[in-house]
């Protein structure tokens, strides 16, 4: 008689588990760095929109020679 097999089918389907628990894990920090990265660059751009929008713009707002 064949002896059931819940012990083995329960670890393989908790193993399985486990690995999409640490897949998650690691997705959520690739997704973390992701964001990070992005706010990082657009924050940078804003920067240098601003730096060159104020040397263009300079002799508008510049002082007159009197």
Not at 13 to 34: E, M, P, V, W
Not at 43 to 54: A, G, P, V
Request: with cysteine; proline share 3%.
């Amino acid at each position: 008689m064949a002896k059931p097999r819940t012990k083995l089918h329960s670890s393989s389907s908790s193993s399985t588990s486990k690995k999409s628990i640490r897949r998650s894990y690691k997705n959520s920090g690739f997704r973390k760095r992701l964001l990070w990265v992005l706010k990082q660059q657009k924050t940078r751009f804003y920067i240098l929109r601003r730096c060159i929008t104020m040397l263009l713009c300079w002799h508008e707002h510049a002082l007159p020679d009197d």
